[in-house]
């Protein structure tokens, strides 16, 4: 009865401090660490102690195969380089760093256990890099490396803080088993996480319910960590792997609806698990700092080790990503030729945020330990600072250095094309197809494919006090299937239907919905950024024909002479001439395509200044 209290009032305060933190518009991690910290204190609420079993077996590789499953592999493997320096070679260095601190400002602690405190605080965490650094928008490619990084780390850290422990038990120290016993538990990681993707993926072949295919995806991170583990391996490395493998391939591996169901059961875990685990951080506090206060150590030593191992965590991280980047990294430019700045890596510094993983790992250390009451408290201060001091001062940062987050714009750009070339695909499979037609179903194919790519232009043109053509659809729709839903309850209730009949109505009805709903905000946030820059890859059509300054009041002289309205406007680059998109009624701008073959069109729209080329699909 007390653990089933305890899980309701855990979740309870998880989705309470959740809302509150949307509703102030705050980060949801530091209300939920406040929140632990102060109900540590409330009389009544039962003293939770994290154990390493519970955090390591029970939290750690869901959390990591959430994380791993939404990972890009292509943008892992494009940055593996910055990636691997952060994860294995700044663990290490912060370990000596912080271990060199520790056994000079705190009296009795041995070397061996200065560094093992050092790899304690060395990784910062996954949930925290990517609960903040999506949260407040920070450029693609630092969160895939922060990201990377910390799917990775923990290993790094495992290994080392097992060797000083090894040590402190009289196993003795050798740099070249040190070396032996990362690369055996990395390799042995990404043994067993390919072997575990082959066996999944071959199961999954053969699943056709979305419900089983959900619960092989439930048992895939604790099986890879457990065995992983057994033979001694990483299990961290092994959970990555397998996420990484399993969420590339799940296109071709799993059904629509299975990898719809997969997707949303993921993302309800990672919500649950993520907030719950901030939560336990702050529900420490209490505990950590009363056991701390009781120990031989006076407060104010206690005070300068906690504030000094803060200081040398955040400072190391710093003076090794500007080195690295400059002598190892070497980072290529995008797709414009663009390297990044230096403020891309002063916030890739800045954003080292650590989470439970960090404190868990401390509980490792022998109960034994001189002043181990002290070391739990050093981990949890780099926890606490480094999520309050940077977490909450990154977004400031962010601005003052002005890193760009993802935009909108370019997104429905580059969606928008790739949608035609998709839809580009499709007809030339229908090509080669054989059928018998009498029904005129091709005909209806083409004008769906048609109708989904105007609907992605048209949020290109999106242009404030003026509905396009899809959001009059959806605003009408919307109000239909609500009336629609209202009809099958009444039905549902009067019992003439059988209620499975009625159930798969109303899904039907809620797909459709949620589609409309997940555009409908798409655009909202295009209304926020009208401009559109280049995206992709470019063709010689392109880069002959740059953008220029379009006509201030532009019209599609067609549509006029035919008596038509038109959604967005296109300028041809080759000669001037103006007509409509293909959102709109006349096509105009197709139409002149056609009839003079001049391949690029350039938006006429204000504050748009992006190209399409026709021949080679491509934008600019």
């Not at 109900?39 to 750690?60: F, K, M, N, R, W």
């Not at 629509?256 to 059961?265: G, P």
């Not at 230096?342 to 650590?354: C, H, N, V």
Request: proline share 6%.
């Amino acid at each position: 009865m007390e653990i089933t209290l305890l899980l309701c009032g855990l979740a309870v305060g998880v989705l309470t401090c959740t809302w509150l933190a949307e509703r102030i518009d705050v980060p949801a991690p530091f209300v939920l660490i406040v929140a632990g910290i102060v109900a540590s204190y409330v009389p009544g609420v039962p003293q939770i102690e994290l154990t390493e079993d519970v955090v390591l077996y029970g939290l750690l590789p869901p959390l990591l195969y959430a994380a791993a499953r939404q990972t890009s592999l292509v943008d892992f493997n494009a940055n593996r380089r910055p990636i691997l320096l952060l994860s294995v070679g700044l663990v290490a260095f912060t370990a000596f760093g912080v271990g060199l601190v520790t056994h000079l400002l705190l009296p009795g602690v041995s070397w061996p256990i200065a560094l093992a405190i050092g790899a304690v605080v060395a990784p910062p965490d996954a949930v925290a890099a990517t609960a903040i650094g999506r949260r407040i928008g920070l450029p693609r490619r630092i969160v895939t490396i922060l990201e990377g990084e910390s799917l990775l780390n923990d290993a790094t850290a495992l290994v080392f803080l097992g060797t000083a422990l090894g040590i402190v038990a009289g196993d003795g120290f050798d740099p070249a088993m040190v070396g032996v016993d990362f690369v055996v538990a990395a390799g042995g990681g990404v043994l067993v996480g390919f072997v575990l993707f082959l066996l999944v993926a071959k199961v999954r072949r053969r699943l056709d319910d979305p419900v089983l295919d959900s619960g092989v995806s439930l048992v895939v991170p604790f099986a890879a960590y457990v065995l992983a583990e057994h033979v001694h391996a990483s299990g961290v490395i092994a959970v990555v792997i397998a996420g990484l493998l399993l969420g590339h391939k799940a296109p071709v591996l799993q059904s629509a609806q299975s990898r719809i169901a997969e997707r949303l059961n993921w993302r309800t875990i990672s919500f649950v698990l993520e907030n719950a685990v901030f939560l336990l951080i702050g529900l420490q506090a209490r505990w950590i700092i009363e056991e701390a206060g009781a120990g031989p150590v006076g407060n104010g030593r206690i005070a300068l080790v906690c504030l000094a191992t803060l200081v040398t965590v955040v400072a190391l991280r710093l003076l090794w990503v500007f080195p690295a980047r400059y002598a190892i990294v070497r980072p290529g430019g995008d797709a414009a030729g663009h390297r990044p700045p230096p403020s891309y890596t002063f916030i890739l510094g800045w954003a080292g945020m650590r989470g439970v993983v960090t404190l868990a790992a401390a509980f490792v250390i022998p109960e034994d330990t001189p002043s181990r009451e002290v070391l739990l408290m050093m981990a949890f201060t780099v926890v606490f600072g480094t999520l309050f001091v940077q977490g909450l001062s990154l977004p400031w940062i962010a601005r003052r250095l002005r890193v760009p987050g993802p935009d909108p714009a370019e997104d429905a750009l580059a969606r928008a094309t790739l949608l035609q070339q998709a839809s580009k695909a499709a007809m030339h499979r229908l090509h080669d197809l054989e059928y018998d037609d009498p029904q005129n179903v091709v005909d209806l194919i083409r004008q769906r494919l048609d109708q989904r790519n105007f609907a992605a232009w048209e949020r290109l043109g999106t242009v404030a006090d003026r509905e396009s053509p899809s959001e009059t659809y959806a605003r009408v729709r919307l109000e239909l299937l609500e009336a629609e839903r209202e009809r099958v309850l009444e039905i549902r209730s009067a019992g003439t239907v059988p209620s499975e009949v009625v159930a798969d109505v109303l899904a039907l009805l809620d797909v459709e919905e949620s589609m409309l709903d997940i555009a409908t905000d798409e655009r909202r946030d295009l209304r926020e950024t009208l401009s559109a820059r280049r995206t992709g890859d470019v063709c010689d059509d392109l880069v002959d024909h740059p953008a220029v300054e379009t006509d201030p009041a532009p019209v599609c002289q067609a549509c006029l002479d035919e008596g038509l309205s038109w959604v967005a406007l296109r300028q041809c680059l080759e000669c001037g001439e103006i007509g409509c998109c293909d959102s709109s009624t006349g096509q105009h701008a197709t139409a002149h395509f056609h009839e003079t073959t001049h391949p690029v069109m350039q938006s006429a729209e204000p504050g748009e200044d992006w190209r399409w080329c026709y021949v080679h699909h491509l934008t600019a």
